[in-house]
Nanobody, 128 residues
């Protein structure tokens, strides 16, 4: 079992920045592909970004490319999502997820069903 705890969400004006963190205390964190997803009210949970166990491979959804950056610190069992140039449409609950490295190798990192563990989510609200 892997416990994931997100933090860093909040209210920010359009054009601003936030950094989300996802901690996985006491786990074999470094062996997992980590993903970020988001879900707005009434919508499906969408892929945002993913990072391989080593951090050497990163993937992004089309809507966040060039604005968001995913990174990880395996020594701290933490993955980050740096969000810049935030837009109103980025408003959602953001979730981190952990899955086997096969997710990264197989290219299935956008599939929510491939991830084994999920955090509780953190709200990000972008205002005009």
């Amino acid at each position: 079992q892997v416990l994931l705890v997100e933090s860093g969400g909040g209210l920010v004006q359009a054009g601003g920045s936030l950094r989300l963190s996802c901690a996985a205390p006491g786990s074999t964190f470094s062996s997992y592909t980590m993903g970020w997803f988001r879900q707005a009210p009434g919508k499906e949970r969408d892929f945002v970004a993913a990072i391989s166990w080593s951090g050497s491979l990163t993937y992004y959804g089309d809507s966040v490319k060039g604005r968001f950056t995913v990174s990880r610190d395996n020594a701290k069992n933490t993955v980050y999502l740096q969000m810049n140039s935030l837009k109103l449409e980025d408003t959602a609950v953001y979730y981190c997820a952990a899955g086997t490295e096969y997710i990264s190798l197989s290219g299935t990192y956008t599939d929510t069903g491939r991830y084994d563990y999920w955090g509780q989510g953190t709200q990000v609200t972008v205002s005009s």
